[in-house]
């Protein structure tokens, strides 16, 4: 069975850096895609960057300029730095990791708070 294990989530003050790491649990699984969503209260769970293997990572325009994800294909994990935070990026943050159009993981999610 396939885990995803996130960290990093936490309460930070806005105009802070908060890292999220996610790590695929089974090591040598081939992994297409990888990337980050997050649901806000009261919200649809929306996409928030991703990256295929071997390209350049792709953003939503509210995140455009502050936040950069980067993978490590060799240890199946994803990160997600995320700089000038404010508080709409409020929201529990999910890691998704698609090993193929059919088969996708999902994390359990790491609540990320941004407030003063």
């Known amino acids: 069975q396939v885990h995803l294990v996130e960290s990093g989530g936490g309460l930070v003050q806005p105009g802070g850096s908060l890292r999220l790491s996610c790590q695929v649990s089974?090591?040598?699984?081939?992994?297409?895609?990888m990337g980050w969503y997050r649901q806000a209260p009261g919200k649809q769970r929306e996409l928030v960057a991703d990256i295929v293997n071997g390209g350049s990572g792709n953003y939503a325009d509210s995140v455009k300029g502050r936040f950069t994800i980067s993978r490590d294909n060799a240890k199946n994990t994803v990160s997600l730095q995320m700089n000038s935070l404010k508080p709409e990026d409020t929201a529990v943050y999910y890691c998704r990791a698609d090993q193929n159009v059919v088969i996708t993981y999902w994390g359990k999610g790491t609540l990320v708070t941004v407030s003063s």
């Open positions: 089974r090591s040598g699984l081939s992994i297409y895609r």
